[in-house]
Every structure is written in structure tokens, then in C-alpha cells.
């Protein structure tokens, strides 16, 4: 059976580029400065790593940030439900050369290898408090680096969540105050929060 993201995808990864039709443009407004930012603040940290670092991108979709932190010299592994958007990082990178890995796979069943760092974002609101909790556990276990994004409640958020449902799927909100206590039941207590501004609480943790 297919899954929303195949098909849906394409049309998310034009926020980055492409044609887009009146509703996408109009979405755009929603959302498109706030996912270009919080993927130039992935780049920033992922500065500080130490040279032939691990980064594992949870959700990558189309690979467009597992490909940019793979041209940054880093070893990448990419994971991602949609079979199409597996299907498009792959063909980015033929031949490139880039040390750089994807696969299809739920990211809520697979074990991640072991890495320096792991980046998730848009990903969390389309998981339900479970399946959060799941990933947040494998994220202490490795005991390393991360960025996750977590949209909040907020207008620009019913705005999306009115989009995603008309288009055929759920998204899940919390308050800054209820994600922080899912990092506190795994044992994740001494994260930090930055970026509100960007429409989503961004985590980090051990920078
Ligand atoms: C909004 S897109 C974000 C893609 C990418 N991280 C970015 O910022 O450009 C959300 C992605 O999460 C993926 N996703 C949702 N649920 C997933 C799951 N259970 N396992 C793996 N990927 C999942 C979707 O397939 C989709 O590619």
C-alpha cells in the first residue's frame, strides 16, 4: 500500500524549489523562511563536529540536508518512509562520490547505527506521543548529539494542520512545555531549546 509521503513528497520538496501551483505559493507564507532557517541552523552545528563525523537525518525525505552535511564532508545515513522520496535523494547522489547512505525504512522500527549526531526535522508533528517516545529512547541509548524540530501550537501551525488533513493526514501538536516533558520521561533532561521563533521548538542537545 502507499504511503501520504509518497506522494506527497514532491510537493513538499518544492518549498526548497521547483513550480509551484496558488496553494502551494500561499503555503509557502506558512512555512517555506522558517524551513530554509532551521536548515542553515543543522548546517551551524553540524560545524562543530569533528572532521569524517556520523550524522543520521531521521525523515530525510528528498535528502536535501543529508545531502548538504554529506558535501560537508561527514559520513550520512538518511531514513526515510517515503519510497519516492528515497527513490529522488538516490538519484541526487549516483556517482557523487558523497559518503552517503539512504533507506527506505520507518523510522520508529529501525535501530540507527551508531553517530555523532542525529538531525529530524519537520518530522516529529506527524508521530503520535508513542512513537515519539520510541524515537526519543533510541536518541539517549546512542547517547549523542541532536536536532529535532517540534512545530507548536500556534496559528501558522492550524493553518498547516487544516492543509495536512484536507491532503490526507494528521499532524500532532504539542506546547513547548508538553515536548519537553517527553524528552524528561526517556531521561532527556538537560536539553536545550532554541529558534521558537521558527514556528517549532528546535532541540538540541550536547553542544
Ligand atoms: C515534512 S517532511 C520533512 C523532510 C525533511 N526532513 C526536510 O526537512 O526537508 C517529513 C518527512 O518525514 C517522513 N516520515 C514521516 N513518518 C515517518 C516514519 N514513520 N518513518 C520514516 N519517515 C517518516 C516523511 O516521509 C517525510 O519525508
Redesign the pocket.
Same mark, same amino acid.
Given at each position: 500500500m502507499k504511503?501520504y509521503?509518497d506522494e506527497e $513528497?514532491e510537493k513538499?520538496?518544492k518549498i526548497?524549489d521547483g513550480d509551484k501551483n496558488l496553494v502551494e505559493k500561499f503555503m509557502d507564507l506558512f512555512r517555506r523562511d522558517s524551513?530554509l532557517e532551521r536548515?542553515k541552523l543543522v548546517y551551524n552545528f553540524a560545524g562543530k563536529l569533528n572532521k569524517g563525523a556520523t550524522i543520521v537525518?531521521?525523515?530525510?525525505?528528498?535528502g536535501?540536508?543529508a545531502i548538504a552535511l554529506a558535501k560537508m564532508g561527514f559520513t550520512v545515513y538518511g531514513?526515510?518512509?517515503?519510497e519516492r522520496?528515497i527513490e529522488m535523494a538516490n538519484q541526487q547522489v549516483e556517482d557523487s562520490g558523497l559518503n552517503i547512505t539512504f533507506e527506505k525504512?520507518? $523510522?520508529?522500527k529501525k535501530k540507527y547505527p551508531p553517530c555523532d549526531m542525529i538531525i529530524?526535522?519537520?518530522?516529529m508533528d506527524?508521530?503520535n506521543d508513542e512513537?515519539v517516545l520510541q524515537i526519543l529512547k533510541q536518541v539517549k541509548e546512542l547517547n549523542c548529539k541532536f536536532i529535532l524540530s517540534f512545530p507548536f501550537k500556534s496559528i501558522k501551525s492550524y493553518v498547516r494542520f487544516i492543509y495536512r488533513h484536507l491532503s490526507g493526514t494528521k499532524i500532532y501538536l504539542s506546547t513547548p512545555e508538553e515536548m519537553e516533558k517527553k524528552f524528561i520521561s526517556v531521561g532527556l533532561d538537560n536539553i536545550n531549546k532554541v529558534s521558537e521563533n521558527l514556528g517549532a521548538t528546535i532541540v538540541i542537545h550536547n553542544f
Open positions: 504511503h509521503w $513528497i513538499f520538496d526548497y524551513i536548515a537525518d531521521i525523515g530525510c525525505g528528498t536535501r540536508q531514513f526515510d518512509i517515503s522520496g525504512c520507518d $523510522i520508529v529530524g526535522l519537520g518530522l506527524y508521530l512513537e
